[in-house]
């Protein structure tokens, strides 16, 4: 079978995992934004949350039982990474439910409407129309005063995907060392034809013909966003 921009998570999740772990892609930071997000909402009532390409949710699970979502849940298409979702990171949470599905197919499925969707360093596999589908399905999944948290790698204004990629592998190759060299190189392989981070100023353009009438970068570090899209005009 042909490898896709999910294989590498589908087969050896544990080479994405001790990349994350080691906090390369600001995962830490990012997520205590998130959370700090996810507990003004927990304090305005019952609430419920959408994890688009939830992997195993290692960085957003200490935060959960404390905020108490009357619903969790997590979709991806990689079984492994909700597999230790399930049954290690979120394992205390009661109300965690997964779904191994598409993203853009699990929002048709699960229409909502959600408090919160969450997505972490996943839509930047999609290619432009598919990203543009997927906004418009948030903001049509999401309640009246729900929030959209995007957490992802954008390119800067102007800039191409080839320098993008050059920029962002050269980081890898000088500062992501405590991997091993093999496991390095598969994950190069894999951003290097897998990642199609668009510029921020587009996705903010994107999320406002999608009918977000908020869009606002929460933090960044390096490439590494995280984004608030709020007010669905359908609403
Ligand atoms: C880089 S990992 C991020 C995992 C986790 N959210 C995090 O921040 O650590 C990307 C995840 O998105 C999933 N993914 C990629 N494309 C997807 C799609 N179209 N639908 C569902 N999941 C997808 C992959 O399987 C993988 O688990």
Same mark, same amino acid.
């Given at each position: 079978?042909?490898?896709?921009?999910?294989?590498? %998570?589908?087969?050896?999740?544990?080479?994405?995992?001790?990349?994350?772990?080691? *906090?390369?892609?600001?995962?830490?930071?990012?997520?205590?934004?998130?959370?700090?997000?996810?507990?003004?909402?927990?304090? @305005?009532?019952?609430? @419920?949350?959408?994890?688009?390409?939830?992997? *195993?949710?290692?960085?957003?699970?200490?935060?959960?039982?404390?905020? $108490?979502?009357?619903?969790?849940?997590?979709?991806?298409? @990689?079984? =492994?990474?909700?597999?230790?979702?399930?049954?290690?990171?979120?394992?205390? $949470?009661? +109300? =965690? &439910?997964?779904?191994?599905?598409?993203?853009?197919?699990?929002?048709?499925?699960?229409?909502?409407?959600?408090?919160?969707?969450? @997505?972490?360093?996943?839509?930047?596999?999609?290619?432009?129309?598919?990203?543009?589908?997927?906004?418009? $399905?948030?903001? #049509? #999944?999401?309640?009246?005063?729900?929030?959209?948290?995007?957490?992802?790698?954008?390119?800067?204004?102007?800039?191409? +995907? &080839?320098?993008?990629?050059?920029?962002?592998?050269?980081?890898? +190759? !000088?500062?992501?060392?405590?991997?091993?060299?093999?496991?390095?190189?598969? #994950?190069?392989?894999?951003? #290097? !034809?897998?990642? %199609?981070?668009?510029?921020?100023?587009?996705?903010?353009? /994107?999320?406002?013909?999608?009918?977000?009438?908020?869009?606002?970068?929460?933090? =960044?570090?390096?490439?590494?966003?995280?984004?608030? /899209?709020?007010?669905?005009?359908?609403?």
């Amino acid at each position: 079978m042909a490898e896709d921009q999910t294989t590498l %998570f589908r087969k050896s999740w544990g080479i994405y995992d001790a990349l994350a772990a080691e *906090n390369y892609m600001h995962h830490r930071e990012l997520t205590a934004i998130v959370a700090t997000q996810l507990r003004e909402v927990s304090d @305005s009532g019952p609430w @419920s949350l959408l994890d688009l390409g939830c992997g *195993n949710a290692r960085f957003l699970a200490p935060a959960l039982p404390a905020l $108490l979502p009357s619903r969790y849940l997590g979709v991806d298409l @990689s079984s =492994a990474a909700m597999q230790e979702a399930r049954e290690t990171y979120l394992s205390g $949470l009661d +109300r =965690a &439910e997964f779904l191994e599905a598409d993203m853009s197919e699990a929002l048709r499925v699960q229409s909502g409407p959600w408090e919160v969707v969450y @997505s972490s360093f996943a839509i930047h596999h999609l290619q432009l129309e598919a990203k543009r589908e997927l906004l418009g $399905l948030v903001a #049509a #999944a999401l309640a009246p005063k729900g929030r959209f948290l995007w957490v992802d790698v954008f390119r800067r204004k102007g800039e191409d +995907r &080839e320098t993008y990629l050059e920029g962002y592998l050269q980081t890898m +190759r !000088e500062k992501w060392c405590r991997v091993s060299p093999a496991d390095l190189d598969a #994950a190069c392989a894999h951003v #290097a !034809e897998f990642d %199609f981070p668009e510029p921020l100023d587009d996705m903010m353009a /994107l999320a406002a013909q999608a009918g977000f009438r908020r869009a606002e970068v929460l933090a =960044a570090f390096g490439q590494h966003h995280a984004l608030l /899209l709020s007010e669905p005009a359908q609403h």
